[in-house]
């Protein structure tokens, strides 16, 4: 399974942008799929994360400007980013995971956000 993520950008302040995020193969139903970022320097972080049931929850730092979602049927996460901030700069990975049997660990190869003040 491989994961094509699009929609990074450059921004100025107080702009959005809508990342999306596309499995190309058969993902499973119990899964998580999510967004982190990375700038250099510094580890990956998680930005949100969503279960295949629709359960969210984000990191601090994004509460309530960005909102994550997916599509099963389409095995795609998107990530509404609104207000965006300088500090929102970063390479935003997409991720799916499944704890329990299939397991799998996967990462898209990442876009960047640039948001300027």
């Known amino acids: 399974v491989q994961l094509q993520a699009s929609g990074g950008g450059l921004v100025q302040a107080g702009g959005s942008l809508r990342l999306s995020c596309a499995a190309s193969g058969r993902v499973f139903s119990g899964d998580v799929s999510g967004w982190y970022r990375q700038v250099p320097g510094s580890e990956r972080e998680l930005v949100a994360r969503?279960?295949?049931?629709?359960?969210?929850n984000y990191a601090d730092s994004v509460e309530g400007r960005f909102t994550i979602s997916r599509d099963n049927t389409k095995n795609m996460v998107f990530l509404q980013m609104n207000s965006l901030k300088p500090e929102d700069t970063a390479v935003y990975y997409c991720?799916?995971?499944?704890?329990?049997?299939?397991?799998?660990?996967?990462w898209g190869q990442g876009t960047l956000v640039t948001v300027s003040s």
């Open positions: 991720n799916f995971r499944r704890l329990v049997a299939p397991r799998y660990n996967y």
């Open positions: 969503i279960t295949s049931g629709g359960t969210s």
